[in-house]
T-cell receptor, first 110, second 115 residues
Framework: GENVEQHPSTLSVQEGDSAVIKCTYS??????FPWYKQELGKGPQLIID?????GEKKDQRIAVTLNKTAKHFSLHITETQPEDSAVYFC?????????FGTGTRLTIIP | GAVVSQHPSRVICKSGTSVKIECRSL??????MFWYRQFPKQSLMLMAT?????????EQGVEKDKFLINHASLTLSTLTVTSAHPEDSSFYIC???????????FGSGTRLTVV
């Protein structure tokens, strides 16, 4: 089955700086790669996703890049703000099911 | 957009009792629902997949008789934790697969505490 690794497990950045979180996956059949933000006691919230036919996608301060050959994808958050502090999960899969990474606790330092 | 409503958000039960968690797709029909469990500071682990009109598919290591999953209709899936024990205390989350161009839709989660 699919195996997703995520790094780093914790990340602290100064407000205004950029944050990068990286994930690798194992199953070449995976074609959908979403990123979720999870706040304490709540379900995951989709922040951006990318499909395997695209190499990069951007939505305002958030971008995701995908390297299918290397089987890795990354989340980039620019101009970080205090409200970006949360746990972020990557995931990989398709229409069948998703496999989640282990999560990154992002802390934005004011 | 697609919305999945999950209830209850929090439940405390005594050891040995059963607890039912419901997930409803509000504005679309979901023939499949994924059920995840998340322990504190850990990732979401898929427990099982419910299928409307057929038996649920359980992931390896998940006890079928303990975690009863029923997909009663195209808009309702339930997870019943039977004979709950303190080690079953966790955050349970349901998710519907991509629909009408939207990605996976997650419920808001249920915090189960077994005392």
């Amino acid at each position: 089955g699919e195996n997703v690794e995520q790094h780093p497990s914790t990340l602290s950045v100064q407000e205004g700086d950029s944050a990068v979180i990286k994930c690798t996956y194992s199953d070449s059949a995976s074609n959908y790669f979403p990123w979720y933000k999870q706040e304490l006691g709540k379900g995951p919230q989709l922040i951006i996703d990318i499909r395997s036919n695209v190499g990069e996608k951007k939505d305002q301060r958030i971008a995701v890049t995908l390297n299918k050959t290397a089987k890795h994808f990354s989340l980039h958050i620019t101009e970080t703000q205090p409200e970006d502090s949360a746990v972020y999960f990557c995931a990989a899969g398709g229409n069948e099911k998703l496999t989640f990474g282990t999560g990154t606790r992002l802390t934005i330092i004011p | 957009g697609a919305v999945v409503s999950q209830h209850p958000s929090r439940v405390i039960c005594k050891s040995g009792t059963s607890v039912k968690i419901e997930c409803r797709s509000l504005d679309f029909q979901a023939t499949t629902m994924f059920w995840y469990r998340q322990f504190p500071k850990q990732s979401l682990m898929l427990m099982a997949t419910s299928n409307e009109g057929s038996k649920a598919t359980y992931e390896q290591g998940v006890e079928k008789d303990k975690f009863l999953i029923n997909h009663a209709s195209l808009t309702l899936s339930t997870l019943t934790v039977t004979s709950a024990h303190p080690e079953d205390s966790s955050f349970y989350i349901c998710s519907a697969p991509p629909n009408r161009g939207y990605g996976y839709t997650f419920g808001s989660g249920t915090r189960l505490t077994v005392v």
